[in-house]
């Protein structure tokens, strides 16, 4: 948990500390490589950022520094909703972690799917993961109705047309005859489920396995763990260098 203080301003380098960029030592010398700015101006040893209020960046990458805040990593169990609530009464992902702070679920993981999802109450962090213009990977097995053949991965890689439009270019490698690794940098509805059934296959089960950096093998199903600050700015410098090595595509 972000434990910052909110009754006034700190240092930059100690805020940066807390936030788990390093040594306060570290944390200087990411200053004076001007790295860092506070309100849209390059920052300098001795200034200070007021958490709600200023607004701090590393890398371009805006940083909450807002108190309370919480990132969790959970293994969401096939059956659960991915939302917030469910007006049919079925288990949702917020009733799989602690109630306060109140958190929601970082981009989508439909109720037939299971795996890694983010939970947070920090919005800038769930936008940065979110956004198409980030395309931050996500990873994920296939388990398929029947063997895909060569000619219908090699489709799916360079991307298919569905109703909601074109499919980015992805990553396919086939693991067993009927199950398959795939790394999408978008977040289409049901995309994968979708780009199968255009090559008249279906997706009997789906498992995310890596959102960005972060993966975890030793979580069960309807488990979670907090993430650490080194894993939060994994996940700031993902989605910033996606930004920075990525052309924009309109979609």
Not at 28 to 42: F, S
Not at 197 to 214: A, D, H, T, W, Y
Not at 224 to 238: D, G, M, T, W
């Amino acid at each position: 948990m972000n434990d910052l203080a909110d009754n006034g301003p700190e240092r930059v380098q100690k805020v940066l500390a807390r936030l788990g960029y390093g040594s306060r030592r570290v944390c200087e010398e990411i200053i004076l490589a001007r790295r860092v700015k506070v309100n849209g101006t390059v920052a300098v040893l001795g200034d200070r950022v007021t958490p709600e209020r200023d607004r701090l960046e590393v890398d371009g990458q805006v940083v909450s520094t807002k108190a309370n805040l919480v990132y969790y990593l959970l293994n969401k169990p096939r059956g659960v909703i991915s939302t917030s609530s469910d007006p049919h009464g079925r288990t949702t992902v917020v009733e799989l972690v602690p109630k306060e702070p109140r958190v929601f679920p970082v981009g989508r993981l439909d109720g037939d799917s299971e795996g890694l999802l983010i939970m947070t109450n920090d919005g800038e962090i769930a936008f940065q993961l979110t956004h198409p213009s980030h395309g931050v990977e996500k990873e994920y097995l296939v388990h398929l109705r029947r063997p895909p053949t060569d000619s219908e991965l090699s489709k799916l890689k360079r991307g298919v047309i569905l109703d909601d439009g074109p499919t980015l270019p992805t990553r396919i490698s086939r693991l067993d005859l009927q199950v398959v690794r795939m790394t999408l940098h978008e977040g289409k509805n049901r995309q994968i489920r979708r780009m199968y059934e255009s090559v008249s296959n279906e997706v009997v089960r789906l498992v995310r396995i890596r959102i960005g950096p972060i993966t975890d093998r030793t979580l069960k199903p309807g488990e979670y763990r907090e993430l650490s600050p080194k894993e939060v700015i994994q996940l700031r410098n993902a989605s910033s260098a996606n930004v920075r090595s990525r052309p924009q595509t309109d979609r």
